[in-house]
């Protein structure tokens, strides 16, 4: 599958996301209690892409690190640095295909808050902030301590919510940002190899996030659009562990221990709720 992922200026640091729904985090970042707020600080968006190879956006996410000088960046530094993160995939690419992706990197915007608001204002609306936080907390419920794929997750939400499940995946999203789900690719990529001789000659391949099997085989994949998808062989009865595949981990414990924007309170807030 693809995603969306952004860069986000805080009031911390730059923090990097990924998205199932966009419409949920501009909700959660830019909301209507921010705009009526005139001492609050909107924070800085950058549109990295709003699809990308699921497998690809994790890479970014995992290896971003904030930097001071990112508060001064153009849009072609934000290109550079999506380039340089994502050249060990597009190595992997056919080489007749590589320029497909050259749309990848024109896709990048900064955007401002009032840009923001007037896409919410003209794109459809995601659920009454109540009935989504509702959804949310029963996907969280139902996914502590587990780790599915997408179809598992629908699976089980079929199961104890009956066939009304909702847009779980606008669900996920607040479950995400409120700190109890993570968003995960079905393969993990190798961490650098620093051995001497012939264990640094040998390729390294994915590894599977179900089974902890190597993923050496690789084709064209229609979910994300890559021609060099690795996927994991040993998992295939339980349900293909492909590069691009979510992985939804939910969290061990029932209480809310932090939000991406501050207290439970706050994150509340966003949505026109109380604690």
């Known amino acids: 599958?693809?995603?969306?992922?952004?860069?986000?200026?805080?009031?911390?640091?730059w923090e990097c996301r990924l998205s199932l729904d966009l419409r949920v985090d501009f909700q959660w970042w830019y909301g209507k209690k921010r705009w009526l707020d005139e001492s609050a600080n909107n924070p800085i968006f950058v549109l990295l892409s709003s699809q990308m190879p699921l497998g690809w956006a994790v890479?970014?996410?995992?290896?971003?690190?904030?930097?001071?000088e990112m508060n001064e960046w153009s849009v072609r530094e934000w290109q550079n640095y999506v380039f340089l993160g994502l050249r060990g995939f597009?190595?992997?690419?056919?080489?007749?295909?590589r320029p497909q992706w050259g749309a990848l990197f024109k896709e990048i915007q900064l955007l401002n808050g009032a840009r923001i608001r007037s896409l919410m204002e003209m794109g459809s609306t995601v659920e009454h902030g109540a009935v989504l936080m509702q959804q949310a907390e029963l996907l969280i419920q139902c996914m502590e301590g587990r780790?599915?794929?997408?179809?598992?997750?629908?699976?089980?939400?079929?199961?104890?919510?009956?066939?009304?499940?909702?847009?779980?995946?606008?669900?996920?999203?607040?479950?995400?940002?409120?700190?109890?789900?993570?968003l995960?690719?079905?393969?993990?990529?190798?961490?650098?190899?620093?051995?001497?001789?012939?264990?640094?000659?040998?390729a390294v391949a994915p590894r599977c996030r179900r089974c902890g099997s190597e993923a050496r085989s690789r084709t064209a994949?229609?979910?994300?659009?890559?021609?060099?998808?690795?996927?994991c062989e040993a998992c295939l009865a339980m349900g293909r562990s492909r590069a691009c595949a979510l992985l939804l981990h939910g969290a061990a414990g029932s209480a809310v221990r932090g939000t991406a924007g501050g207290a439970p309170t706050a994150?509340?807030?966003?949505?026109g709720l109380s604690a």
Request: with cysteine.
């Open 221 to 231: 994949c229609a979910a994300c659009g890559s021609a060099a998808c690795a996927y």
């Open 184 to 202: 995960e690719a079905g393969l993990a990529q190798p961490a650098p190899r620093h051995s001497p001789g012939w264990l640094r000659r040998r």
């Open 59 to 68: 890479e970014i996410r995992e290896k971003f690190r904030s930097i001071n």
């Open 267 to 271: 994150a509340l807030d966003r949505w």
């Open 147 to 182: 780790a599915l794929l997408a179809g598992e997750v629908e699976a089980l939400l079929a199961e104890v919510a009956g066939e009304d499940t909702g847009d779980w995946r606008s669900a996920a999203q607040l479950g995400v940002l409120l700190g109890r789900l993570r």
């Open 1 to 13: 599958m693809q995603i969306a992922i952004y860069a986000i200026r805080t009031s911390e640091k």
């Open 90 to 97: 597009l190595l992997q690419e056919p080489e007749v295909s």
